[in-house]
């Protein structure tokens, strides 16, 4: 008896002791997921390593300038005789060399390769905001995907709940008539089982649900424990103009515009082994300070300074062909980024295309099913009436409701095919963030 009483204690608190649930839509899951995601941050970390290495210095239009110093001290045994008959004989003397210089060099030109490395980098910093780009693209589709499963998922579980409920209301009916004598103890065991049945039906969806959600959190960067509701409704948009999805995504496809931009590169890797021919000029200049001290020797001390500068120009004439084989080989790959541009042009005028083809049918097939609901609920409203007259059998009414939870099933699923179609069909034209 008392762990009865502990049970029911326990659960009459369960409701308290839950998590509470917030209700989430999908634009603020979006923007969750731009600040959270950890793909979109390490994207964003590859954008700022590409902002940092856009510089002059990076292409080489800066001096360099080299300070050195040194300093090192000997100690040594010194016999020395000279003609004139005088001798030296000294033991552990010391002698300190004292160096320190400051030389700076400037390239003043390389065959335009300075110019060309910083357009360069110009383009590499514009693919990396592309990259971003089609990071946060991929992570919002993804985003809308499994928010509108979980709205999915979530109709699939309403409509299990209202089976539960249609299938106890049966199992009172079947009670009431036995107390009657209009129905018999088999009546009764079959409506438990179906009861049972679609109990069973409920528990199984509530599992999708939860698992999904934790997938979701998971790609919201967020704890996977937090519970949460979604809007019940899925709008699908109709009426979009095929012809001006083609020309939207010409222009605004990021795959098409990273293959463009992965050529205007490689025009510049071609113009930076045309520069490999050309001589090198470079400015130079220093100043450098030397001093010695000895013990022993001719001279106790020697200090020295100067300043120095010239020009130097360097000009490979012949390095075994490589030159010409860097700058024909740049060439290629020219044109196989040309290719790849008419490559990725042709998948994303199919892709397009067969994603409004699939966004056309969907809608169609949504139309069907939401008409399939209306019928089977009718027709489920009119059996329920006959079945508490007795004029309809327990199994002919277990059809029709089955019907309708397989049409409500199919009506959830109809709505997220075409609103996965739409977005796919937007993500193609490039424009899911507009």
Do not use: C, H
């Amino acid at each position: 008896m008392k762990y009865k009483m502990i049970l029911i204690a326990v659960i009459t608190l369960m409701p308290a002791l839950s998590f509470p649930q917030t209700k989430i839509s999908l634009k603020e899951a979006i923007s969750i997921a731009l600040e959270n995601n950890y793909d979109i941050k390490m994207t964003r970390s590859d954008l700022e390593i590409a902002d940092n290495s856009y510089t002059l210095g990076s292409a080489g239009f800066l001096p360099k300038l080299d300070l050195t110093a040194s300093q090192s001290k000997t100690s040594n045994d010194t016999k020395q005789a000279y003609s004139d008959g005088t001798n030296v004989d000294k033991s552990s003397s010391r002698s300190t060399s004292t160096n320190a210089g400051i030389a700076l060099n400037w390239t003043l030109f390389d065959g335009l390769r300075m110019f060309t490395t910083y357009s360069k980098l110009k383009e590499y910093k514009d693919l990396g905001e592309m990259k971003l780009r089609a990071q946060l693209e991929n992570s919002i589709a993804e985003v809308i995907r499994i928010y509108y499963d979980i709205v999915r998922q979530t109709i699939s579980l309403n409509a299990a709940m209202e089976s539960v409920s249609i299938s106890e209301e049966r199992v009172k009916l079947t009670e009431d008539k036995m107390a009657i004598g209009s129905a018999s103890r088999f009546d009764l065991l079959r409506a438990k089982i179906d009861l049972n049945s679609d109990k069973s039906a409920m528990l199984n969806q509530e599992l999708t649900l939860n698992s999904l959600k934790a997938g979701f959190n998971t790609l919201l960067a967020r704890p996977s424990s937090i519970d949460f509701t979604v809007d019940e409704t899925i709008d699908v948009r109709e009426g979009y103009s095929f012809d001006e999805l083609k020309e939207k995504a010409l222009n605004n496809n990021i795959d098409l515009l990273q293959s463009e931009k992965n050529k205007s590169i490689s025009q510049f890797y071609v113009t930076l082994s045309k520069s490999s021919f050309y001589p090198t000029l470079s400015f130079n200049t220093g100043y450098t300070y030397s001093n010695s001290e000895a013990e022993a020797g001719f001279f106790k001390s020697s200090t020295n300074t100067g300043l120095s500068y010239g020009l130097s120009l360097s000009w490979n004439l012949f390095n075994g062909l490589n030159n010409r084989r860097d700058y024909e080989n740049a060439l290629i790959t020219l044109d196989k980024s040309e290719l790849r541009i008419q490559s990725t042009r042709l998948n994303v005028e199919s892709n397009l295309f067969i994603a409004y083809k699939n966004y056309l049918k969907n809608i169609e097939i949504l139309k069907l099913e939401e008409e399939n609901v209306s019928i089977a609920k009718e027709n489920l409203d009119l059996t329920m009436d006959q079945l508490k007259l007795g004029t309809l059998s327990a199994i002919d009414f277990r059809d029709v409701q089955k019907n309708y939870l397989n049409a409500r099933s199919r009506l959830s699923s109809a709505y997220y095919s075409a609103k996965i179609s739409e977005r796919d069909l937007l993500k193609q034209s490039g424009i899911l963030m507009q």
